[in-house]
């Protein structure tokens, strides 16, 4: 299935809409579709902004599928940049010769998170929530969270963001400087509509220019990029906090109407001696 539905409003601007799922995981199949989106906007010669959306109720991208085969994960061959196309994907993205813009609706934790902070702009509704709870299952986030965040909000608030791997509300999403801003939410998709196509009526050089700029002075090297993954990947799936992803799926995860709803309140409740190793 295409996870991600391509409307090209304009030939300067297109409106994707990620679907995967009742909660719009992401899995390797996402990794490749991306992948193959990222190349081509990078090779159409007319395109200026992208916005990023999602249609599914109280999701926009919840995070990784734990259910995914790490065995097709290892073997998927390095991207462009020479990194793992996981890692590759958000180096991509964030380089894009186009502006990218989330339109956050509900919530973005984990590898949802991590995808919209490769993007440019985020504009939240103001019932989003995002995250990194990577820590409660005894994971380094591994799509460079702690790189970007540390940009973005500062090191004390990265650093409270992803030790205390709690669900941040859109309102402190903002004042931290992890999103733009939020809008009321019967008025997110409009008034993202109206800002994408202000970009696109703008001159595509000038757009691409002041992007490489502003990258070349914001953006984190590959390099972070791969050794946030090769962290990840050295501490995620350890045999000893098996247990607690099991209790996480006995309460509802990856399921719309379980813990998915408040994530970073339920891993802090289960987080048990009996449960979690010290």
């Known amino acids: ?45 007319d395109l200026t902004v992208v916005v990023f959306r999602s249609e599914k109720p109280g999701y926009f991208m919840a995070h990784w599928d734990f259910l995914a ?21 958000f180096a991509r ?13 509900g919530r973005a934790r984990g590898a949802g998170s991590e995808f919209a902070l490769a993007t440019d702009i985020r504009f939240a509704s103001g019932e989003a929530t995002l995250g990194q709870f990577e820590i409660a299952v005894g994971a ?56 994408a196509r202000r970009i696109a009526a703008f001159d595509r050089v000038a757009v691409t220019g002041i992007k490489k700029l502003v990258d070349e002075a914001t953006l984190p090297a590959d390099e972070e990029l791969g050794e946030s993954l090769k962290a990840y990947f050295a501490t995620a799936g350890r045999p000893e906090h098996r247990p607690f992803v099991q209790l996480l799926f006995e309460n509802g995860l990856q399921q719309p109407d379980g813990i998915e709803r408040d994530l970073g309140t339920a891993i802090g409740d289960l987080a048990r001696p009996s449960t979690r190793p010290r």
């Not at 990620?18 to 081509?40: C, E, H, K, R, S």
């Not at 085969?69 to 994907?89: C, E, F, I, S």
């Not at 993205?93 to 609706?105: N, Q, Y």
């Open 69 to 89: 085969d790490p065995r097709r994960v290892a073997a998927m061959r390095p991207g462009p940049t020479g990194l793992h196309p996981y890692a590759d994907n």
């Open 93 to 105: 993205l964030s380089k894009l010769p186009v502006a990218t813009i989330c339109e956050i609706r």
């Open 140 to 195: 380094v986030p591994g799509g460079g969270a702690a790189a970007r965040l540390s940009r973005l909000t500062g090191r004390a608030r990265a650093l409270e963001i992803l030790l205390g791997g709690d669900d941040i509300p859109a309102s402190l999403a903002a004042a931290y400087g992890y999103v733009n801003r939020v809008i009321p939410d019967a008025s997110l998709e409009d008034f993202t509509d109206r800002f």
């Open 1 to 45: 299935m295409e996870q991600f539905r391509v409307t090209k409003v304009q030939p300067s601007y297109w409106r994707v809409t990620f679907d995967n799922g009742p909660v719009n995981l992401i899995d390797p199949d996402t990794v490749d579709q991306l992948a193959a989106l990222i190349t081509a906007m990078e090779n159409d010669p």
